[in-house]
T-cell receptor, first 113, second 115 residues
Framework: NAGVTQTPKFQVLKTGQSMTLQCAQDMNHNSMYWYRQDPGMGLRLIYYSASEGTTDKGEVPNGYNVSRLNKREFSLRLESAAPSQTSVYFC????????????FGDGTRLSIL | AQSVTQPDIHITVSEGASLELRCNYSYGATPYLFWYVQSPGQGLQLLLKYFSGDTLVQGIKGFEAEFKRSQSSFNLRKPSVHWSDAAEYFCAVGQFSGGYNKLIFGAGTRLAVHP
């Protein structure tokens, strides 16, 4: 029962380095999401993808890019990491049925020095 | 704009005591409401959801929540807290736009349980 799988679980980067966070879901969900979680701020949406081939900006997209590689996979890329991007990143997915909730991965803990 | 407010950042209760976590939302239409729980180092797990119908909804782990439209609230309750309930709890409202579904989260309430 894998659900939503994120890799890596932990990563430390230096300022200016690039990094791609991977997310895959095995529930045949149409929609996928990337969030960041910072203390006292809950989860904020970075990007989302309603279906394969489409992506849209969320609340905090600056400094990030995404790729919906296929229906299963949705990656998040930091082209030039900044200390302000130190956070915990969560991927989620959801079926097309609007009454269904989002399912979350276990997160990637990213530190940028 | 839609928003979710969780007024309590931290709450501490004794094991066996009752619990109520507050959630207020701002949303123009009938809201889709969720409570998620996050244990340390883990992802978010859905506790319960409200879409329509009965305003008192039952969830997993003995939790329930009541939707009160007049108060724009969706408070989470549990009659008797267990030590394993110590975690962070997030309230969220579902936003639908052009067929897209997005969640707006509150800042979270961290629950500590004393033995």
């Amino acid at each position: 029962n894998a659900g939503v799988t994120q890799t890596p679980k932990f990563q430390v980067l230096k300022t200016g380095q690039s990094m791609t966070l991977q997310c895959a879901q095995d529930m045949n969900h149409n929609s996928m999401y990337w969030y960041r979680q910072d203390p006292g701020m809950g989860l904020r949406l970075i990007y989302y993808s309603a279906s394969e081939g489409t992506t849209d900006k969320g609340e905090v997209p600056n400094g990030y890019n995404v790729s919906r590689l296929n229906k299963r996979e949705f990656s998040l890329r930091l082209e030039s990491a900044a200390p302000s991007q130190t956070s915990v990143y969560f991927c989620a997915s959801r079926s097309r049925d609007r009454v269904q909730p989002q399912h979350f991965g276990d997160g990637t803990r990213l530190s940028i020095l | 704009a839609q928003s979710v407010t969780q007024p309590d950042i931290h709450i501490t209760v004794s094991e066996g005591a009752s619990l109520e976590l507050r959630c207020n939302y701002s949303y123009g239409a009938t809201p889709y409401l969720f409570w998620y729980v996050q244990s340390p180092g883990q992802g978010l797990q859905l506790l319960l959801k409200y879409f329509s119908g009965d305003t008192l909804v039952q969830g997993i782990k003995g939790f329930e929540a009541e939707f009160k439209r007049s108060q724009s609230s969706f408070n989470l309750r549990k009659p008797s807290v267990h030590w394993s309930d110590a975690a962070e709890y997030f309230c969220a409202v579902g936003q639908f736009s052009g067929g897209y579904n997005k969640l707006i989260f509150g800042a979270g309430t961290r629950l500590a349980v004393h033995p």
